[in-house]
């Protein structure tokens, strides 16, 4: 197993989250390191993205409400969600990008109630 998210559970509209992503590979050699989710029936989609020197970019659907965080000596990338929305319920995958080349794991189920 490559990657292991984790963290994820049922939190009401407005609350917060921070899911984690375990590397069982050094994450020190990776340019960028993403957070993709999957909602029912969607496709899987980059929601924020951080680069080596910690620099973040993001979806405009979650911009201003969740920050990525990676912490390369760990080989763990952290997404601190804040103000829910049911529209955020998915489940949660990291990976690199734009290569998305690690073993993508089962991800973490986050669910958000209205």
């Known amino acids: 197993v490559q990657l292991q998210a984790s963290g994820g559970g049922l939190v009401q509209a407005g609350g917060s989250l921070r899911i984690s992503c375990v590397a069982s590979?050094?994450?020190?050699?990776?340019?960028?390191m993403g957070w993709f989710r999957q909602a029912p029936g969607k496709q899987r989609e980059l929601v924020a993205a951080?680069?080596?020197?910690?620099?973040?970019s993001y979806d405009e659907s979650v911009k201003g409400r969740f920050t990525i965080s990676r912490d390369n000596a760990k080989n763990v990338v952290y997404l601190q969600m804040n103000s829910l929305k049911p529209e955020d319920t998915a489940v949660y995958y990291c990976?690199?990008?734009?290569?998305?080349?690690?073993?993508w794991g089962q991800g973490t189920l986050v669910t958000v109630s209205s």
């Open positions: 990976n690199a990008w734009p290569r998305m080349y690690l073993s």
């Open positions: 590979v050094s994450i020190f050699s990776i340019d960028v």
């Open positions: 951080i680069s080596r020197d910690g620099s973040g």
